[in-house]
């Protein structure tokens, strides 16, 4: 995305949504995926779930911000999310050990 003279990366994470598959690369996969996207450069970051990127306090602060995209970027945001999906899907695979 182009904001006046600055590139901005986006990102649509998808949340991960794993509790009825299961085959033998799966841990692997994961792996390889949260590698992936630790590695995205991610400016501006969304996922079908609202509250986890925060989009109702966004938009409300885009109403008063001096750019209306400065809310909106959010790389630290993006790393928590991340990390909290790896978190809780490692939680999941362990307690159904």
Known sequence: MRDENRDLNVVSACPLRVDRVHYAE???????????????PADIWVTSQARAWGRYR???ARDT??????????PEGFRDYVDDAETSLRRRRCTKR
Not at 26 to 40: P, Y
Not at 65 to 74: C, L
């Open 26 to 40: 799966q841990a692997d996969d994961f792996d390889r995926s949260f590698h992936v996207l630790r590695g995205l």
């Open 58 to 60: 966004k938009f409300v």
């Open 65 to 74: 911000a001096k750019k209306a995209v400065d809310p909106f970027i959010d």
